[in-house]
């Protein structure tokens, strides 16, 4: 019954569309930080075959791009973390006023 209670009162307090809201930008932001790190091995692979076969000209700049792609993802993970960390407390404060809520209206209600 306990299991019940519990998945009722997620429900009711919207504990389940954040958890999905969460997931949901989790996987986006990750998604793109994929890409960009695709994006940087792609330019790194270049750079090698733009070394080895010239050993001089657009190398510096394809492994700029690479590196700079690689930041890029770096970046966004890390920003994405940090930021995570404080809309989870919030989350939770918030939960916690409508769980009291749901509390206060029960025993009000009986």
């Known amino acids: 019954m306990g299991l019940l209670a519990s998945l009722l009162s997620g429900f009711a307090s919207g504990e389940t569309v954040a958890a999905i809201r969460r997931a949901r930008t989790a996987a986006i932001v990750y998604a793109i930080a994929a890409m960009a790190a695709l994006c940087g091995l792609g330019f790194l692979v270049g750079a090698a075959y733009v070394w080895a076969a010239a050993r001089y000209g657009s190398f510096a700049a394809a492994l700029g791009f690479g590196v700079g792609f690689l930041v890029?993802?770096?970046l966004i993970v890390l920003v994405h973390r940090l930021t995570s960390g404080a809309r989870?407390?919030?989350?939770?404060?918030?939960?916690?006023?409508?769980?009291?809520?749901?509390?206060?209206?029960?025993?009000?209600?009986?």
């Open 88 to 110: 989870a407390r919030r989350e939770a404060k918030r939960r916690s006023a409508d769980m009291k809520a749901i509390g206060i209206t029960a025993a009000l209600a009986v």
């Open 72 to 74: 890029i993802a770096g």
